[in-house]
């Protein structure tokens, strides 16, 4: 499922090419694409045909395209792209794709439309009202995700005390959406082993110095991530241009199961985890007492 990274490549993608136009029509041609949009899929393209798209958003894995202008302004388009959900930008006459759910149309003559392809339909795409006053228009479903690691208005200080609360294990901590979100299970691995932790160390041990080494490596992963357009596995994540991401090179522990850890040679180890698999150095990251 594409994390932080990988949603914030196709944000960037959406900014470029989508903000600021206005849409002429929508087709729906799967209605489980917008299965979330409780008033269905007819009344999802009337109420979008004629808005104006505004900036997108994205909080931890989620999308959000505020309504900048028209009928529905002070709603947004939310979008969740599941395991196999892409935005792409296409010729106008360019051939449907073979898992199109829906288009978009724009009024103006860049002769390009955004569509949304999903194969396994996961994804969806809904309209909602959005906090009131809130500057990014977030979307009211979404009030309740906690800020990215990447967010400028990231606390580092109240994570640290929600985690000395929480009274869990660091892996589970960092993919509790409601302490931070877009930390998915490839990039808490990757993080995690640059941190030296053990993906069952629990967190009300951690110190103050030692959450702030985690966060600083969390960053650094999705940095790098970002810089190669994000993790890709296979062709169902790309960004809206149709081009995959090649951070999948650099990954230290996620996936290598058997291969030598790059700092000190031991082969790195798959564990089942919470219908996951964590990847981990046994002598880089020692499993506490209990875990052992």
Not at 167 to 188: E, F, P
Not at 193 to 215: C, D, F, I, K, Q
Not at 254 to 259: D, L, M, N, P, V
């Amino acid at each position: 499922m594409p994390e932080l990274p990988e949603v914030e490549v196709v944000r960037r993608g959406l900014a470029a090419w989508a903000a600021g136009r206005t849409v002429a029509d929508v087709t729906v041609l799967h209605p489980r694409a917008v299965r979330r949009h409780p008033q269905g899929a007819v009344d999802f393209g009337v109420r979008l045909k004629g808005a104006v798209l505004g900036e997108p958003h994205r909080r931890g894995k989620y999308l959000w395209v505020p309504v900048a202008a028209g009928a529905e302004e002070g709603t947004a388009m939310v979008a969740h792209l599941g395991m196999s959900g892409q935005f792409l930008i296409r010729p106008q006459d360019a051939a449907a794709e073979a898992h199109l759910r829906v288009r978009f149309a724009f009024e103006d003559d860049r002769g390009t439309d955004l569509r949304f392809v999903d194969q396994r339909t996961f994804g969806g795409l809904s309209l909602h009202e959005t906090v009131p006053g809130d500057p990014e228009g977030l979307p009211l479903p979404l009030a309740h995700i906690a800020r990215d690691p990447i967010d400028p208005l990231f606390d580092d200080d109240a994570f640290h005390a929600a985690l000395r609360r929480k009274r869990t294990t660091i892996k589970r901590a960092l993919l509790d959406q409601s302490l931070i979100s877009g930390v998915g299970n490839i990039y808490a691995d990757e993080a995690l082993w640059r941190s030296r932790l053990h993906y069952e160390r629990p967190t009300a041990g951690l110190t103050r110095p030692r959450t702030a080494e985690l966060l600083g490596h969390i960053r650094e992963v999705m940095g790098d991530a970002l810089a190669a357009g994000g993790t890709s596995f296979d062709s169902m994540y790309v960004n809206v241009n149709g081009e995959s991401g090649w951070f999948d090179r650099s990954l230290d522990a996620y996936g290598r199961e058997g291969k030598p850890c790059r700092r000190c040679g031991t082969p790195i180890r798959r564990r089942p985890w919470m219908n996951r698999s964590s990847h981990y150095c046994p002598r880089c990251q020692p499993a506490p007492r209990a875990a052992s």
